[in-house]
């Protein structure tokens, strides 16, 4: 029988994710396939997947308009038909979280992306979103801006799964780990159990390349005298920049401060690669897959992605060779006056803004979506506002 490529990367340590998800997805039972064939073991979704989603799939429109009949808010209609998708997409991977003692088999749903500098009304949503759910393999996906990250501990000591998303670069991600570290702290010291807890941290991929590839295009373009160091670190920016990421990972996760909680049974805080489709024509369709394999983290790829990597992927455990390299090609950007930490909050901003976007998109079209099959009465007022969060 064919080695299949994704299920390759089990055996190497790493988990396999799938950035999607979709209704009839779910329903026509190709998830449970993926699971069984691919050894899928994961979902992540954002609001602009299901601005997507609720888009093009009709499967959606008799629960929105139903909601909408009932008086729902606009955004209480939408968490009320997105729920009901992570509920049975969980429910298709409860059995991964079982088999494996609840290291995999999460699905996470995003936080309304507008509270992601709010801490305090992001913990009460992630709170209620939790209880609505009412599944323990589920991430809640908080930003990590500095209010999100205060709300990642507090949920953490709460007992609440965490997926600290929008992380583009190293000083966030070490902020990142020791939110996660503090909120177990904290969970521990109240004498509450933490073994059950599962946090990653989504580490963006390839808009690290696409923001940087232009400025450095444009340095070559000039001649300058740099011209040569430009032309070397094209392309490899984000690659340099997640070795790195892991190398911290490892430092954070095997120190003493972490060792007194792992003791009371606490896992990592996996890093997980996000962003991993490519989105430069001329470099290879599965990039950001094959040079991040490696232990204990998790790649999240759009099916596009995942088909690629079936198809002609050539699992090696990469994430850890040619790390002075690297650390030469971040000390190269910096000579060039690209500051990652400036990259970083750029692209975070970004990241949010296009998030945003989404979920009002996703709030302005649901009206119309409930009136693809026959026109319908909306209530007054509270179908045309947002709701309060």
Known sequence: MERNSLKQLGTLGQSIWLDYIRRDFISSGKLGRMIADDGLCGMTSNPAIFAKALADCRDYDADIKARLQAGDGLVKVYETVALRD????????????NSTAGLDGYVSFEADPRLAHDAARSVAQARRLWADINRPNVMIKIPATEQGLAAVAQLLEEGINVNVTLLFGLSRYKEAAQAYIAGIEARVARGKPVRHLACVASFFVSRIDTHIDPLLEN???SGAANAAIAGQVHGLAAIAGAKMAYQVYKDIFNGKRFGCLAAHGARPQRLLWASTGT???????IKY???????????????????????????????????DAAVRIMEQLAELGIVMDAVAKQLEEEGLAKFTKAFDDIIGTLPENSRRHESLALPPAKAHGHSRV
């Open 279 to 285: 989105k430069d024509p001329a470099c290879s369709d």
């Open 219 to 221: 340095i070559i373009a």
């Open 86 to 97: 992570v509920q049975n997409a969980a429910d298709a991977f409860r059995h991964i979280y």
């Open 289 to 323: 897959v094959e040079a991040l394999i490696g232990a204990d983290t998790v790649n999240t790829a759009p099916l596009e992605t995942i088909d690629a990597y079936r198809d002609h992927g050539h699992p090696q455990p990469r994430l850890e060779r040619d790390i």
